[in-house]
């Protein structure tokens, strides 16, 4: 049987401290995206990082039509 990607990460986490095991669990559990800016890391809701990630998206091929253009 194939190996699923939830598994993989699965087997990164069995070799931590426990105390690792709870704090990367209850980050994955509280819906929350880490988004670094700055050097800072926060916290964001899942939304708000699939909007960032669409604007940028669509920055990225205004760009890409753009040097079309010109």
Same mark, same amino acid.
């Given at each position: 049987? +194939? $190996?699923?990607?939830?598994?993989? #990460?699965?087997? &990164?986490?069995?070799?931590? +401290? =426990?105390? #690792?095991?709870? $704090?990367?669990?209850? /980050?994955?559990?509280?819906?929350? =995206? +880490? %988004?670094? =800016? @700055?050097? %800072?890391?926060?916290?964001? +809701? $899942?939304?708000i990082?699939?909007?960032? @990630?669409?604007?940028?998206?669509?920055? $990225?091929?205004?760009? #890409? /039509?753009?040097? &079309? #253009? @010109?």
């Amino acid at each position: 049987m +194939p $190996k699923r990607e939830s598994d993989e #990460v699965i087997e &990164k986490l069995m070799n931590l +401290p =426990i105390g #690792v095991m709870e $704090k990367v669990l209850e /980050n994955a559990s509280s819906g929350l =995206i +880490p %988004i670094e =800016i @700055d050097g %800072i890391i926060y916290r964001i +809701p $899942k939304p708000i990082s699939d909007l960032i @990630d669409s604007l940028y998206l669509m920055l $990225k091929e205004g760009e #890409v /039509n753009e040097k &079309k #253009v @010109d």
